[in-house]
């Protein structure tokens, strides 16, 4: 059963930090390139970041670029998005999904999700 259970949301002020951790399980997780999505009240599912099944190329939104870093352990079957310099424009449920082989900027790729979870920057 493939499991993506996402953590480490909440709620902060502006300009703090966060970090979101995603736990993949069954499924061949080394396979797959690893993305973050978010998706804000009335608003479509975007993409924020991924990363290449190896973790040597990356992929970051322009809103986020500077401030965002994603990383993986293949060892740990994990995704991880550090969020520095957080905006009330961030604010959103935050998505880790997977997609078979090579990461894509439109989430109809993507095979599978996580459940979300939720952040709120406030001004």
């Known amino acids: 059963q493939v499991q993506l259970v996402e953590s480490g949301g909440g709620s902060v002020q502006a300009g703090n930090s966060l970090r979101l951790s995603c736990a993949a399980s069954?499924?061949?997780?080394?396979?797959?390139?690893m993305g973050w999505f978010r998706q804000a009240p009335g608003k479509e599912r975007e993409i924020v970041s991924a990363?290449?099944?190896?973790?040597?190329?990356?992929y970051y939104a322009d809103s986020v670029k500077g401030r965002f870093t994603i990383s993986r352990d293949n060892a740990r079957n994990t995704v991880t998005l550090q969020m520095h310099s957080l905006k009330p424009e961030d604010t959103a449920v935050y998505y880790c999904?997977?997609?078979?082989?090579?990461?894509?900027?439109?989430?109809?790729?993507?095979?599978?999700w996580g459940q979300g979870t939720q952040v709120t920057v406030s001004s």
């Open positions: 990363i290449s099944w190896s973790g040597g190329d990356t």
């Open positions: 999904a997977a997609d078979y082989l090579a990461w894509d900027i439109d989430k109809a790729d993507y095979e599978y």
């Open positions: 069954g499924y061949s997780f080394s396979s797959y390139a």
